[in-house]
């Protein structure tokens, strides 16, 4: 793991100092916030560039507010924090948890916010009015992970006792139980329907739960040792799985079949997460790094150690205009273009066409992968 004197200003989606633990996408997908072991950073996902570094305690889970204005974290000091995104500044703390605030979510309308944690409880807010529901949703055991379902008042918690359960919160009655893991629950997703649920467990299996049947989940055997994070596209034909065993596993979820072993990371893949859209893959892990992948090929488009930065792409109009070759980058030897410069070039692109940002006509071309003209049209 590299100090803060090691990590240079420019580096995208680099600065933390030790392990990542969380990853999410801002509903509009061009802002990436990471929480891990110095706390929590935000990036834009155009470049990489960081936006806010808040030196909080471990943060353990990081997610954004429905509208994206509001970031929330989890930490080991117990409490629920409140971010703004735009100004930067910590709008309030919310407390009652008696061990590290594991797990965070907001409601898909904002209204309600929850935590889960060691005390093996699951804490729901009222986020209007600050104040902390009087309902009794609890675990024998830790609380590792929750999350809202996207069409229903309807949570669901995962736990060290192995199992899933899904609380309704209009009554604080547990709807259902779901068994079939043997070893601690450690990450719960929904499909953006609401109609599945995907569960890792410590004991590298996946089980997908289909909801709107009484029917026994199927079960996926990953070859992890053992499992901490899943997350489902929001197209619902993809599954990624991030563990123990320092990669990334992405299956059909057509077929339940694995498509791509992502490759990179030197540590536990402690959080994965899907863009809005569904076109690109953030995972963060033990190693302090966050990469971006392309969900589609698996190529790693952005991130730490070994991938093609989008914030040198500038040097190719630079060089282009003094040399007359093409070229990304200054720590590459070659003057050609790789196919990495070309997936981070479509990511800048992708990310643009969505924020309405401008994006010059060289970084468009090299998307498009129209190279026979790029050094003149770099240089113009």
């Known amino acids: 793991m590299r100090s803060e004197d090691d990590i240079e200003a420019t580096d995208p989606f680099v600065g933390h100092a030790g392990a990542v633990w969380s990853v999410a996408f801002r509903p509009d997908g061009a802002v990436l916030?990471?929480?891990?072991?110095?706390?929590?950073?935000?990036?834009?996902?155009?470049?990489?560039?960081?936006?806010?570094?808040w030196h909080s305690t471990r943060t353990r889970s990081v997610a954004f507010s429905p509208d994206g204005t509001t970031l929330?974290?989890?930490?080991?000091?117990?409490?629920?924090?409140?971010?703004?995104?735009?100004?930067?500044?910590?709008?309030?703390?919310?407390?009652?948890?008696?061990?590290?605030a594991r797990s965070v979510a907001f409601s898909a309308d904002g209204a309600l916010l929850a935590s889960g944690g060691s005390d093996g409880v699951v804490r729901v807010w009222d986020v209007a009015h600050g104040y902390e529901l009087k309902l009794s949703l609890t675990h024998p055991s830790r609380v590792r992970s929750i999350a809202f379902s996207p069409k229903d008042n309807i949570l669901?918690?995962?736990?060290?006792?192995?199992?899933?359960?899904?609380?309704?919160?209009?009554?604080?009655?547990?709807?259902?139980?779901?068994?079939?893991?043997?070893?601690?629950?450690?990450?719960?997703?929904?499909?953006?329907?609401?109609?599945?649920?995907?569960?890792?467990?410590?004991?590298?299996?996946?089980?997908?739960?289909?909801?709107?049947?009484?029917?026994?989940?199927?079960?996926l055997y990953s070859q992890m040792r053992s499992i901490w994070s899943v997350a489902m596209n929001p197209q619902r034909s993809k599954l990624a799985i991030g563990g123990e065993d320092e990669s990334v596993q992405v299956w059909d979820c057509g077929s339940w079949e694995q498509r791509m072993h992502l490759t990179g990371h030197t540590g536990t893949v402690w959080s994965v997460a899907f863009s809005p859209d569904g076109r690109f893959l953030a995972s963060g892990g033990d190693d302090a790094t966050i990469r971006i992948w392309n969900a589609e090929n698996g190529e790693q488009v952005a991130g730490s150690r070994g991938s093609d930065p989008i914030s040198e792409a500038p040097?190719?109009?630079?060089?282009?205009?003094?040399?007359?070759?093409?070229?990304?980058?200054?720590?590459?030897?070659?003057?050609?273009?790789?196919p990495s410069h070309i997936a981070a070039a479509k990511l800048k692109v992708a990310i643009a066409d969505r924020t309405?940002?401008?994006?010059?006509?060289?970084?468009?071309?090299?998307?498009?992968?129209?190279?026979?003209?790029?050094?003149?049209?770099?240089?113009?």
């Not at 916030?33 to 570094?53: F, K, N, P």
């Not at 109009?317 to 093409?326: C, D, I, M, P, W």
Request: aromatic letters at 4%; hydrophobic letters at 35%; zero cysteines.
């Open 72 to 100: 929330v974290s989890g930490g080991a000091d117990r409490t629920v924090r409140l971010w703004d995104v735009h100004t930067g500044q910590e709008q309030g703390v919310l407390s009652g948890n008696t061990g590290t």
């Open 156 to 219: 669901a918690s995962g736990g060290s006792d192995r199992t899933v359960r899904l609380w309704d919160l209009h009554t604080g009655v547990q709807q259902r139980r779901l068994a079939g893991h043997t070893g601690s629950v450690r990450s719960v997703a929904f499909s953006r329907d609401g109609e599945v649920l995907a569960s890792g467990a410590a004991d590298g299996t996946v089980g997908i739960w289909d909801l709107s049947a009484d029917v026994k989940p199927l079960i």
């Open 315 to 338: 040097a190719i109009k630079e060089h282009a205009a003094s040399t007359g070759s093409v070229r990304i980058g200054k720590n590459y030897e070659s003057d050609t273009i790789r």
């Open 356 to 380: 309405g940002e401008e994006v010059a006509p060289w970084i468009r071309k090299l998307a498009a992968h129209d190279l026979s003209d790029a050094t003149s049209s770099a240089s113009s």
């Open 33 to 53: 916030a990471s929480g891990g072991e110095d706390g929590i950073r935000v990036w834009h996902m155009s470049d990489g560039h960081q936006l806010w570094h």
